[in-house]
């Protein structure tokens, strides 16, 4: 029998409950996926609180990114067959052995790429994509700050923007991760609990500040991401890791420099089947190439993705983390 991790309430880890569960036939448009590896991203923890209510309503299966088998498709499905390896990062439920779900948000992986990175990598991976190349162009001799650069998304930013030719500066809790951003493709490395990074921003950059911040941490680093941009420069909120930002200012973008603020997400990035094919197949040039790498630095049992959450919550991990069902 398949099992998952359920939610039943909102809460802390210890809501994260490993169960057996049903999985039928795939009705029209969709597959059964067996799954071999599933990614772990911040996100799900604010499914679990409730941050982010759950589109199914209680209780729910977290999860939004994994890699598998087919193991059986149904009516009118055509692009895929059974026994093909796919990849998807934007499809909640995905804590569980098996499941049910809609081929349109499935591509296929190349042989080039495993199981356990394809996993770790399309959420992030893709997210980091469209930062990059739609949110903010990026382009060689730009300036970026990259919040929580030893993270999951962050490593990829670092590693995709120092391929490109942009200078890249990066905030971390450690010497330990400063050390991994380095070695991920960061210029410069600011450890925020020992300085002031907007202070260390003007240093490093002899005032001229950045074209762009990318920032996924959210409370914890606003206003200071503002105080780190050059006039017009581009403000990205991408995540809310220490919470979400309160009384924003928009009278202070005017105030810092008419600057410019937006909130994306990859969802609507890869809302079409054309959008996720070529964020995907912009990823996975850029993996097969080399010029970006994914780093699994962690994998947890799937009936461990409580201890996971802790982890992840208790910036105990780096790089992208995989659970094994």
Not at 169 to 179: D, L, M, N, W, Y
Not at 200 to 216: A, F, N, P
């Amino acid at each position: 029998m398949a099992s998952a991790i359920r939610v039943h309430e909102v809460g802390g880890p210890e809501v994260l409950s490993y169960e057996p569960i049903e999985v039928g036939a795939p009705g029209k448009g969709a597959v059964r996926l067996r799954h071999t590896a599933i990614g772990l991203n911040f996100i799900d923890t604010y499914f679990r609180t409730g941050l982010y209510p759950a589109p199914s309503g209680l209780p729910f299966i977290p999860g939004n990114e994994g890699a598998g088998v087919i193991e059986e498709v149904g009516e009118g499905v055509t692009d895929f067959r059974k026994g093909d390896r796919v990849a998807y990062g934007a499809a909640i439920g995905a804590y569980c052995t098996e499941r049910l779900i809609p081929a349109a948000v499935l591509v296929k992986l190349p042989n080039a790429i495993s199981d356990t990175t394809a996993a770790a990598m399309m959420l992030k991976g893709m997210t980091a994509r469209y930062l990059i190349r739609q949110t903010y162009p990026v382009k060689a001799g730009d300036v970026i700050l990259v919040h929580a650069a030893a993270g999951g998304v962050g490593l990829l930013l670092c590693q995709w923007a120092a391929h490109i030719g942009a200078t890249v500066i990066g905030t971390v809790g450690s010497a330990e991760k400063a050390e991994l951003a380095t070695a991920n493709g960061a210029t410069y490395t600011i450890d925020y609990t020992r300085e002031n990074f907007a202070d260390r921003v003007k240093e490093i950059t002899d005032g001229t500040l950045c074209d762009v911040v990318y920032d996924g941490v959210g409370q914890a680093t606003y206003p200071g991401s503002l105080d780190c941009l050059k006039p017009r420069g581009l403000f990205v909120s991408f995540g809310n890791a220490s919470g979400a930002i309160q009384n924003f200012s928009l009278l202070a973008l005017s105030q810092k420099g008419s600057l410019y603020a937006t909130r994306p997400t990859l969802f609507t990035h890869i809302a079409t089947r054309p959008a996720l094919l070529a964020n995907a197949a912009d990823l996975f040039e850029a993996v097969a190439s080399g010029a970006v790498r994914i780093p699994v630095n962690q994998s947890y049992a799937l009936k461990d993705a409580a201890q996971a959450h802790r982890d992840l919550e208790g910036r105990q991990t780096t790089g992208s983390t995989v659970l094994l069902p």
